[in-house]
């Protein structure tokens, strides 16, 4: 049963980054040719991260209700399609701001229940978290070279369409393709019982800091996210190049994922020691993006992302199934999810306009003060970790 269940998920992980590989690279770009300028921009992306401080509690408490982890899923995945359908046909700010707004949050909130369905299949089925992760990272990869050429070709349009489209897939293969797996081994917790255990673990501090920790670099992204397809057009690199500089940064991301991860739990190195290093890849990329380099620079840069981006994610997952109990696993990743995806990289985005408007690619400089921060933090974490393990 291993292969099906890990093929099932494999699938569901591709689809899912098929959609954001059209969106986090070319969002900007498509809100650019409404017409918008980078503050709007900066709005728009952060504020359903920001949210996520009231809309991730609330969403996976709602997810928890049902029978199987799969169902919210599909819902989610298809009120997201509907949201990004809208967004394509509507016309100003506050129309496009609300649309976004919905298919965002639908968005975001899958990926964390997506991530605690395999990792209990994972578990159940001995096959390795990282394994369907890295598919998605693929259908990242090809997402991203296929639609610069497909952009350059036809114009922005297409961005809105495709995003519309990934998600309407997810949906489909969330109701027809994911296993059955079951939210509760038992009788359902109440609703109130679901949001007790959340306070609790936002009251633990090694919870918290790792948390602090994993956000920092995950946040850090945000201007990277928001503004780097702009900042590169403006230096002459079009957007079929966009799509291979990103790609280039998955591929290096599916070799961390699919070869150095698995044999960096073989030979026991704990997940500490993979924080430290990305927090220090991080502060290395951002300062050098800071200075608009050259595009062969760009090359190496962007590999960094192996370590800035999927290193810090898996070396994370495995730190807060460490620091908490089985039974609030999901509770714990949901908190993961939502304050570092979430929260701090609402507040990071949402800060990149303004920066993009008054620094330009100078912009990066505070995303390199925040992966700084986030070493300070892993210096905390690593005595907690010690006693854990």
């Not at 049963?1 to 890990?6: D, E, G, I, K, N």
């Not at 991530?115 to 369907?132: H, I």
């Not at 059955?180 to 501090?205: I, N, Q, S, Y």
């Given at each position: 049963?291993?292969?099906?269940?890990?093929s099932r998920v494999a699938l569901q992980y591709a689809l899912m980054f098929i959609g954001t590989g059209v969106s986090l690279p070319y969002a900007g770009l498509w809100m650019r040719s409404q017409g918008l300028s980078g503050a709007e921009i900066g709005v728009i992306l952060a504020a359903p991260m920001l949210a996520r401080l009231l809309t991730g509690p609330a969403i996976a408490v709602w997810a928890d209700g049902f029978r199987y982890r799969r169902t919210p899923i599909a819902l989610l995945a298809a009120m997201s399609?509907?949201?990004?359908?809208?967004?394509?046909?509507?016309?100003?700010?506050?129309?496009?701001?609300?649309?976004?707004?919905?298919?965002?949050?639908?968005?975001?909130?899958?990926?964390p229940l997506t991530?605690?369905?395999?990792?209990?299949?994972?578990?159940?089925?001995?096959?390795?978290?990282?394994?369907?992760r890295g598919f998605g990272s693929a259908a990242f990869f090809v997402t991203n070279v296929v639609v610069g050429f497909i952009v350059r070709a036809t114009g922005a349009e297409v961005i809105i369409i495709g995003v519309t489209l990934a998600c309407a897939g997810i949906a489909l293969a969330a109701w027809r393709v994911l296993?059955?797996?079951?939210?509760?081994?038992?009788?359902?917790?109440?609703?109130?019982?679901?949001?007790?255990?959340?306070?609790?673990?936002?009251?633990?501090?090694?919870?918290?800091t790792a948390i602090l920790a994993i956000g920092l670099v995950q946040a850090a992204h945000g201007f990277y996210y928001g503004?780097?397809?702009?900042?590169?057009r403006a230096q002459g690199v079009e957007a079929d190049m966009t799509g291979l500089l990103w790609a280039f940064a998955v591929v290096v991301e599916i070799s961390f994922m699919w070869v150095i991860d698995p044999w960096r739990r073989r030979r026991g190195i704990g997940p500490w020691p993979i924080l430290m290093i990305a927090s220090g890849a991080a502060v290395v990329r951002w300062a050098f993006m800071s200075a608009?380099?050259?595009?062969?620079?760009?090359?190496?840069?962007?590999?960094?992302?192996?370590?800035?981006?999927?290193?810090?994610?898996?070396?994370?997952?495995?730190v807060i199934e460490k620091l908490v109990p089985r039974d609030s696993q999901t509770a714990a990743q949901t908190l993961n999810s939502m304050l570092s995806a979430g929260v701090l990289m609402g507040l990071a985005t949402l800060a990149s306009g303004p920066l993009y408007d008054a620094f330009g690619a100078g912009g990066y400089l505070a995303m390199t003060g925040m992966a700084a921060v986030s070493l300070l933090a892993n210096l905390l974490l690593r005595p907690v970790l010690t006693r854990a393990a």
């Open positions: 049963m291993s292969p099906s269940a890990r399609a509907l949201a990004y359908a809208t967004a394509g046909l509507v016309d100003g700010f506050a129309a496009w701001a609300v649309a976004w707004f919905i298919a965002a949050t639908g968005v975001a909130a899958i990926i991530d605690v369905l395999n990792l209990r299949l994972s578990r159940k089925e001995g096959f390795a978290f990282a394994v369907p296993p059955p797996e079951p939210v509760h081994d038992g009788a359902p917790v109440l609703g109130w019982d679901r949001f007790r255990g959340m306070g609790r673990l936002l009251k633990d501090p090694a919870v918290v503004f780097s397809a702009i900042l590169w608009s380099p050259p595009l062969w620079a760009l090359w190496p840069l962007q590999a960094l992302h192996a370590l800035s981006f999927a290193a810090n994610f898996l070396a994370g997952v495995e």
